[in-house]
């Protein structure tokens, strides 16, 4: 049998981000304890500023995770009309806090801050985002450093999927300084090809074809299409999605009686940028939800560890 017949016939295996990050964060609770037996517990800020509803709720959940594994959190959430002056104050003083290892301000800030200025406020030991300029040259020079957490995300789904990296072509489409980037950085690192694309590219499908690993991060519902992956790639999705059309919903989910009963229910479903219709050509996919967006919280935990421990010379 030719190699494409037997790559189209595997069975796709899921990718389970949610089962992933439970065990990253299981061992991410071992080095608290190991920590905590030091007399260290590792301390990190979270900065809100203003009440965005859907940073509200990944704000709770991050405070919700550092209780569960030990961590002690800071919620500070000034109001929207804060000046930049003294938002970069708060974060001056947050920097020389003996009891802060991580300092996480989440984004979108409103638009009279200027969000450059803020991230390079940051101490680039406490910097768990691994947004600080110092950083991001770290990162793209291969240096040991404080990382952003979702392309981490993505890089431990492959590791622990026993996805091979090196000498593979890769494909990012996507250009974020948050995704994008630093996620093609990390496997050009680990020796892959990379392309790097984005929804502009002029025909999208001519290197999307090319992929044996496909990394899609737009937040464009359904960009990727059946007839732009090649049969056998790995499929990595980090688009969080949410459909509130019901004709979207039968475009994208004509067979799929759960995922349409939710959208009675709730009025709303969540999909990726990847359609559904390409997993059965993958050999491998994370699906939406419940794969890659389940890592960044456990890479942040990670992070504020690590960074715990850097700040002591213990890394
Ligand atoms: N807003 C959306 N994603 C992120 C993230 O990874 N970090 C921060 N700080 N804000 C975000």
Redesign the pocket.
């Known amino acids: 049998m030719a190699l494409h017949d037997i790559l189209t016939r595997m069975t796709p295996k899921v990718l389970d981000g949610t089962a992933i990050a439970a065990e990253i964060k299981a061992e991410v609770r071992h080095s608290v304890e190991a920590l905590a037996h030091r007399g260290i517990v590792p301390g990190l800020a979270v900065v809100l500023v203003g009440s965005d509803p859907a940073?509200e709720v990944?704000v709770r959940n991050k405070v919700k995770s550092s209780g569960e594994l030990g961590i002690r959190s800071l919620l500070l959430t000034p109001a929207a009309d804060i000046t930049e002056a003294k938002l970069l104050a708060l974060l001056a003083e947050l920097n020389v806090c003996e009891d802060i290892d991580g300092i996480?301000?989440?984004?979108?800030l409103p638009k009279h801050i200027e969000t450059r200025r803020i991230l390079e406020a940051v101490d680039p030991g406490k910097d768990v985002?691994g947004f600080h300029p110092v950083n991001v040259g770290r990162l793209q020079i291969g240096q040991e450093s404080l990382v952003?957490?979702?392309p981490a995300g993505i890089m431990q789904v492959l590791h622990r999927s026993g996805i091979p990296i090196a000498g593979r072509d890769c494909v990012m489409v996507g250009r974020s300084d948050?995704v994008g980037k630093p996620a093609s950085t990390m496997l050009l690192n680990e020796g892959a090809t990379v392309a790097v694309c984005h929804k502009g590219t002029r025909d999208l499908a001519a290197y999307t074809q090319r992929a044996e690993i496909l990394v899609v991060a737009t937040g464009v519902p359904g960009l990727i299409q059946p007839e732009m992956v090649t049969p056998g790639a790995v499929l990595i999705d980090v688009g969080i999605n949410r459909l509130d059309r019901a004709a979207d919903v039968e475009r994208f989910f004509p067979a799929d009686e759960g995922r349409r009963a939710t959208f009675a229910k709730r009025g709303f479903v969540l999909m990726g940028d990847i359609d559904p219709r390409c997993y059965e050509r993958s050999s491998a996919y994370t699906p939406v939800p419940g794969g890659v967006g389940a890592l960044?919280i456990a890479m942040l935990m990670h992070n504020t560890v690590k960074a715990a421990r850097m700040r002591r010379g213990l890394a």
Do not use: G, H, M, R
């Open positions: 940073s990944y996480l301000v989440q984004l979108p985002d952003p957490c979702t948050i960044t």
